[in-house]
């Protein structure tokens, strides 16, 4: 029975790493889109995402059937349960990445009030504390999971930065630029909410690893 339960967990271990890839590839084609404005790719980002919100539902019916069929215990438990917070996780951030995919369809036929400089910063790092947040949970690893969590901070920072440089030096200065700027404003907060996402895995994962609760108390991640 225990055999049966470790591969159980080994592939639904294998189904979120695969969900998780394609959040990544999300993320990277909804900004890759906003780069250019290209109207199909965004299009494109917004119809991969049934495929996401279908695997969310099946996680959800394999960490039940394991609940319910296998009874686990002590660590067993915590990782079926973590799986189906992260699962949520991952396609709320797949939903942000189509938030993001609407914000170039909104811009498509109008010239770009700024060139992206700090969105493409924000889009690295949330990308990277995506992986990194899955990583460590495949690896159980909590010693990266607390990483992710300290670079939230530098994602609100970026965030703070393009909102600043679009309010004071497009929006306030020239009333014309509003409607190209506001959503350039949206992309980094739904970017920075990303990050937010990937915090949550982490904090799932440390957890995992050391049935300790580090939501709201970034004292004990040391750092």
Known sequence: M????DQELEDL??????????????????VEALK????????????????????ENNVDEMCLDLLAL??????????ITMAMKISTD????????????????????????????????LTNLAQQMVKDALDAFVNKDADLAGKVILLDNQADKLRNLVQK?????????????????????????HLERICDHATNIAEDVIYLVKA??????PEKLGG
């Open 2 to 5: 225990e055999r049966h339960l």
């Open 13 to 30: 271990k294998k189904y979120l790493l695969k969900m998780g890839t394609l959040v990544e590839e999300s993320i990277s084609e909804s």
């Open 36 to 55: 250019v404005l290209d109207s199909e790719r965004a299009d494109q980002v917004i119809i991969d995402d049934k495929a996401i919100d279908e695997m």
């Open 70 to 79: 296998r009874q686990p215990m002590a660590v067993d438990l915590r990782f």
């Open 90 to 121: 991952l396609e709320r951030i797949a939903d942000l990445a189509v938030d993001i995919a609407q914000r170039v369809l909104e811009l498509c036929g109008k010239p770009l009030v700024k060139p992206l400089i700090d969105i493409p910063k």
């Open 165 to 189: 440089e679009l309010i004071e030096d497009y929006m306030e200065k020239d009333p014309s630029a509003v409607s190209r700027a506001v959503p350039l404003l949206l992309v980094a907060r």
């Open 212 to 217: 300790e609760v580090v939501k709201h108390h």
